[in-house]
């Protein structure tokens, strides 16, 4: 499947819906209910979401976040202008604060083939002493996995598909879209 240029052939009639705005909003509610048992009774959560691509999901998602909360941003590239992995991440931005003793909850828009949360989460053990640490994917792309990372908190698994909208982006473009689409044949 060839996805045309969006600079050019932008338009969101394009694309089938894969996800709904209502879908994904309703799954997210669902999600934050097990993220606040499990942190039940936690003095502060640290949520660190993993830019650009999360950006829609953990502002919703941290709206429905009922313990104390703070919020830290990295910024890890993998994909550059491509639909497929380009094999190596790239840390654009991993500026953080002291994580030792704190309960750390890593937010993603998409795990596809892992490449980026393992190297995010190996470079974090590495050097933080956290008290906890877990991971939160809005999209679980499971058959394309290479690298074994364990997800916490899952919201949909979905296919070995190209996905755009909802912080998901083909070159950039797209991330404005409030639901998930798949561009069509
Ligand atoms: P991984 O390192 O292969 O697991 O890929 C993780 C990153 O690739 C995600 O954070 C996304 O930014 C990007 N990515 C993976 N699959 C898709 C997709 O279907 N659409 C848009 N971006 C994707
Ligand atoms: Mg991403």
Not at 148 to 170: C, E, H, I, K, R
Request: aromatic content about 10%; proline content about 4%.
């Amino acid at each position: 499947m060839t996805i045309p240029s969006p600079a050019t052939h932008y338009k969101p009639e394009q694309l089938d819906v894969y996800l709904s705005e209502a879908q994904i909003q309703e799954r997210i509610q669902e999600l934050a209910a097990q993220i606040n048992a499990t942190y039940q009774g936690c003095e502060k959560l640290m949520i660190i979401a993993v830019l650009k691509g999360s950006f829609m999901f953990v502002a919703d998602l941290i709206r429905h976040i009922k313990v104390p909360c703070q919020i830290e941003f990295v910024r890890l590239a993998s994909y550059g202008d491509g639909q497929t992995s380009s094999g190596t991440v790239k840390p654009v931005d991993l500026s953080l604060p002291s994580l030792s003793g704190e309960d750390v909850l890593i937010v993603e828009d998409i795990i596809d083939t892992g490449l980026t949360l393992h190297f995010f989460m190996d470079y974090l053990t590495s050097l933080h002493h956290t008290r906890s640490l877990k991971l939160a994917v809005l999209l679980d792309k499971k058959e394309a996995r290479q690298k074994d990372v364990l997800v916490d908190f899952a919201g949909f698994t979905v296919g070995n598909q190209f996905l755009v909208g909802y912080g998901l982006d083909f070159a950039g473009y797209y991330r404005n879209l409030p639901f998930i689409g798949v561009v069509k044949d």
